[in-house]
C-alpha cells in the first residue's frame, strides 16, 4: 500500500510528521484490500479481518524510544540516561468503540494492553510481521478530525517483536526488544 506524509496539527501539540495509509483512491488500487497496520486496546475493537477481529485498522501512528547518555562515552549510564517514550499517538477509524475510548480518558481508567500489528500476506495467508505491544497505558487526548480519531497514550512499557521469514515463506523465529519506561529496564 502507498504511504502517504502529512502534516498534522494537534491544538497545544507540536508538529508531528506521521505517515498514513488512507490515501486517495487510484484507478491501480481497485479490488479487495486488507490492511497493513491494526491496533487493539484491550477488548474495544472489532473487525472483520480473520485472525484480528478485535482489532481496528490504522491510518497512521508515531511513537518514539529514546535514551540520552552523557557526552562521556567511557562513562556509565547516568540517571540523565533515563529510557523514555513520547505519546503514543494514533490515528483510526472513527467507529462504535471511540466512545468508550473517550470515557476511559474522562474517566482515567487504564488500558491494560494495547497492541499494534503490521501484517504481510505469505502462502496466501495473513500473518503478522510485527507486533508491537504497550502495557499500563493512560489515553492522555481524544481529537475527532471528521471521520477519523487522534488518540495520545501514554505508556508505561513496550515490547516489540519482529517475525522473521525466509524467502520460501517459512518462519524464522522472531527478534524481540522490551522496555520498562516506569522502571527504566530493558531488555
Known amino acids: 500500500m502507498t504511504t502517504n506524509f502529512q502534516i498534522i496539527e494537534l491544538p497545544g501539540k507540536r508538529t508531528f510528521r ?34 484480528f477481529t478485535s482489532y481496528v485498522e490504522m491510518y497512521g501512528w508515531y511513537g ?65 510481521m510485527q507486533e508491537i505491544e504497550y502495557t499500563t497505558c493512560k489515553i492522555q487526548t481524544c481529537q475527532q478530525q471528521l471521520d477519523r480519531m487522534i488518540i495520545h497514550v501514554m505508556i508505561g512499557t513496550k515490547t516489540n517483536t519482529v517475525f522473521v521469514y525466509g524467502q520460501d515463506g517459512t518462519s524464522q523465529g522472531q527478534m524481540v526488544s522490551k522496555a520498562d519506561y516506569i522502571k527504566n529496564i530493558a531488555q
Open 18 to 51: 506521521i505517515a498514513t495509509t488512507d490515501v486517495p483512491v487510484t484507478d491501480e488500487d481497485i479490488g479487495v484490500k486488507s490492511p497493513e497496520w491494526m491496533v487493539s486496546m484491550d477488548k474495544l475493537m472489532c473487525s472483520t479481518v480473520e485472525g
Open 64 to 128: 518514539e524510544s529514546s535514551r540520552f547518555t552523557s557526552p562521556d562515552a567511557s562513562g556509565p549510564l547516568f540517571t540523565s540516561s533515563t529510557l523514555r517514550h513520547t505519546d503514543l499517538i494514533l490515528i483510526i477509524p472513527y467507529g462504535g468503540y471511540c466512545a468508550q475510548i473517550e470515557s476511559n480518558m474522562n474517566l482515567g481508567q487504564p488500558i491494560g494492553s494495547l497492541k499494534i500489528v503490521r501484517l504481510g500476506n505469505i502462502s496466501q495467508a495473513k500473518v503478522k
